[in-house]
């Protein structure tokens, strides 16, 4: 069955210090893997994408990794801010074309003052 | 704001009554999804149109739903005798191209609210 988890489910930061979220997935055909940043009450924004021969890919301040191998994502946000409060979604792309989406669950994040 | 719109953005229905949600993708974008997301969860896959296609429909999408994208640009999606099981946010995105590496923009959601 094709299936993404993520954990931490929710994850309680200090502004300004880093965070490790974690995604694995057990998804086939895999075409490509993307972590949304989602606000409360918004569609998700796409952060990044990476195909299987990607180990890593920044955009800013986060940093994502894949291990094609191990079938295993993660996102790192580094000096967090407060506007970096929201959920983190973790979207596999499957088949050919790539136009099956499977998303996770999704990991809240806060960051505090 | 992603250039996806959707309308409206908060919908309150009872029970029993139809709604119709409007999703306008991004111009020339090809493809158009239909995703269904609940308190706390991922968006669900509903529905996918390529141009005025419907090329898949979820196990999710019951008859009580229809989807349609007829001229291949703008996308509506009706949900008949609506159930308090179906309040959620809804979520249309476009993709440009074939590719799978495109990027996949989101509308901001439709926020059902059945009573």
């Known amino acids: 069955k094709n299936q993404v988890e993520q954990s931490p489910q929710s994850l309680i930061i200090l502004e300004g210090k880093n965070c490790t979220l974690q995604c694995n997935y057990t998804v086939s055909p895999f075409s490509n893997l993307r972590w949304y940043k989602q606000d409360t009450g918004r569609g998700p924004v796409s952060l990044t994408i990476?195909?299987?021969?990607?180990n890593t890919k920044s955009n800013g301040r986060y940093t994502a990794t894949l291990d094609a191998d191990t079938k295993q994502s993660s996102l790192h946000i580094t000096a967090s801010q407060l506007s970096d409060s929201a959920s983190y979604i973790c979207?596999?792309?499957?088949?050919?074309?790539?136009?099956?989406?499977?998303f996770g669950t999704g990991t809240s994040l806060t960051v505090i003052p | 704001d992603t250039g996806v719109s959707q309308d409206p953005r908060h919908k309150i229905t009872k029970r029993g009554q139809n709604v119709t949600f409007r999703c306008d993708p991004i111009s020339e974008h090809n493809r158009l999804y239909w995703y269904r997301q609940t308190l706390g969860q991922g968006p669900e896959f509903l529905t996918y149109f390529q141009n005025e296609a419907q090329l898949e429909k979820s196990r999710l999408l019951s008859d009580r739903f229809s989807a349609e994208r007829p001229k291949g640009s703008f996308s509506t999606l009706e949900i008949q005798r609506t159930e308090q099981g179906d309040s959620a946010m809804y979520l249309c995105?476009?993709?440009?191209?074939?590719?799978?590496?495109?990027?996949?923009?989101f509308g901001p959601g439709t926020r059902l609210t059945v009573t």
């Open positions: 979207v596999v792309s499957a088949g050919k074309t790539g136009n099956q989406f499977y």
């Open positions: 995105a476009s993709i440009l191209g074939s590719s799978g590496m495109n990027e996949q923009y």
């Open positions: 990476m195909t299987f021969s990607e």
